[in-house]
């Protein structure tokens, strides 16, 4: 038993002396051992991004983007992304954001980047709604649906739609695209609360109640997240409110 | 006899107990282990406690930048302990209204009860407040 234990400690101890020290900080960043992957490589890239993760999860983005910075610094078309992702979900930094995930844009030519996994122009088209340039978010969320097809589309690409065009004051073309978010699938409580208010808009109240009680009936499906609050996020308080409102005219 | 011999057993136990504390436990992140720690009513109360403040302050300086309130809530929803955090618009280190914002948030910050959780773990919520133009413009 003891000479297993012996051959395994060698074993692996030569293992380890003959890799590179490229190879051991990659090993290191599987491990979570971010600060030890950085002293083997002060380059590895993935190391200060992941090494920056936990700080802005923790609401510290100093820290969080000194690390950060440095790993889009290395390796810009990996990390870009990322880092307009934190910054619009995280600080909601809309400015910042759209100059990362248009500078991504330009160094992958041909391509339809996904930052963390969500298409860039669906997060474009988030950034210009949270900078309430509404005409410039339907152009990146319809964008978003060409690129993406309609059936395979974000299907809060037509909330947000839905949600651009009642701001701008176009309840008809508001109501049109909550309800094609709708015709791909009925549990959506965004649209039947946008439905609502859009109707309530046009003078149509009884319509209007009739969306609010669907929004209310599907709250259970809402667009949640908590490590995040979404842009178009709804609560059941503010469809109650709505719905009191409803009933007293 | 017996007594005595029970009061021997048990009085050392009570001499060397520590009183318990919530706020001592480990604080685990609000992301692990579906906690999902939120003030009842979620973002919405939190907006409405610092509607007035938001009102208010329209002249902050710097114009822009970003403040996390991150606040320690045990396991039973009791506040423990709140950090700050202040960054101008490149992230680096400032100071609002030479600290008297931060004081103002803090204290509408403590005042906020009713915390929920779906598992019993003390953890933080964060509270991030965007200032832009002087004003505070997004609260979430």
Known sequence: MGSIILFLVIGSTIWWQIKPDTEKSDFLVEAHQYEKALEYDPENSDAWMARSVSYNKAGDFNKGFEYLDKAVALDPEKHLGYRGWIRLRKMRDYDKALLDFDTLDNLTPNVVDAPWGEGIDFLRGECYFGKKDYPKAIEMFNRNITNQKEDWADIHSFVYLGLCEYELGNYEKAITEFQRALQLSKNVPESYFGLAKAYEKLGQTEKAREYIVSAEEHIGSKRDDYYNEYLNEIYLSEIVEFKHALENK | ?140
């Open chain 2, 1 to 140: 006899m017996t007594k005595f011999i029970y009061l021997l057993t048990i009085l050392p136990l009570l001499t060397f107990s520590q009183e318990t504390n919530d706020c001592d436990e480990r604080t685990m992140p609000y992301w692990a282990n579906y906690i999902n720690s939120r003030i009842e009513g979620e973002n919405p109360t939190l907006r409405n406690a610092f509607r007035d403040i938001q009102l208010v302050e329209t002249n902050i300086t710097p114009s822009s930048g970003f403040i996390t309130l991150r606040l320690y809530i045990t396991k039973t929803g009791e506040f423990c302990e709140m950090e700050t955090f202040q960054i101008d618009e490149n992230y680096e280190p400032t100071v609002f209204n030479n600290g008297a914002l931060i004081t103002a948030l803090e204290t509408i910050a403590l005042s906020l009860t009713n915390w929920e959780r779906d598992k019993d773990y003390k953890t933080y919520n964060l509270i991030r407040l965007k200032i832009k133009n002087g004003k505070i413009e997004e609260i979430f």
